[in-house]
């Protein structure tokens, strides 16, 4: 069984996984928010943050890579993390990127999918028997391909959660649902020649212009699972095209209170509230642990309490 220090280790050896950063996701900024849900979240979850009240989010915007230094320009995923504070003080997460899907059922064949891409002359060999052996990778290449388009801006681009997750609804009724985050601004891409022009930094930049003229929107959006559709299995697409908007993001400009002074942010999408469950889906589970393992490894502390249980 793959264990969070052998994926922190394959990490490691596509470049990421750099002390005093997170193994991936490692360049990214923190800013400032509320979110308002609509009528129809409270029908499907009594989530306190799902009532209509206004409440407080902390949210990142980030690249995939593990190198902390990934220029902006470079093609890759993006990444969308909210942290949502509840009436009572605690807390509860959602992680999207850009990406639909992730490249593997379980934790083990992404593991396997990093030492395959670990840099070398044998790589190319590598890749290939990866393919051989794991052939439903080929049907995610056009997601994966999508997914690493460089975007015009931070606030341009749809996240997508990759997990579903059990919303319960005040009467006991439960749906599966996946998350999706959707730009009040529209969808807009750079072409691959402008992608070469841009700042290393541009991403952040290009938000924080945009920021002083006003907020940054995003509608949240749950697609719910139809019988056919896995609520285990994270590379798998869905049938089901029913969705339901339940709520706004609203971000308003940059966080300056946290990751200050040993502070530590992990936005870890097993934090769950009432009306709100995990899935079975081991890549799910497996997070939360690998989690721990990286903030271990950028702050040489351990998680500890502070973790969900997984």
Known sequence: MVTPDDAIDAIRGTGGAQPGARAL??????????????????????AKHLDGSEVRALVRFSNGSGNPKQPDGSPGVRGLAVKFTLPDGSTTDVST??????????????VDLLKAMRPGLTTPLRMAKYFVTHPRLLGTLPVVRDANKVPTSYATIEYHGLHAFRWVSADGNARFVRYHLIPAAGVSYLSGSDGRDVGPDFLTDELNTRLAQGPVRFDYRVQIAGPQDSTTDPSAPWRSVETVTVGTLEITGLDTEREHDGDIVVFDPMRVTDGIEPSDDPVLHFRSLAYSASVQLRTGVARGSEAPPA
């Open 25 to 46: 996701h490692a360049k990214g900024t923190l800013y400032r928010g509320t979110f308002t849900a609509t009528p129809d979240a409270a029908g499907l979850s009594r």
């Open 97 to 110: 990127q850009t990406a639909r899907l992730f490249v593997s059922s379980k934790p083990e064949g992404f």
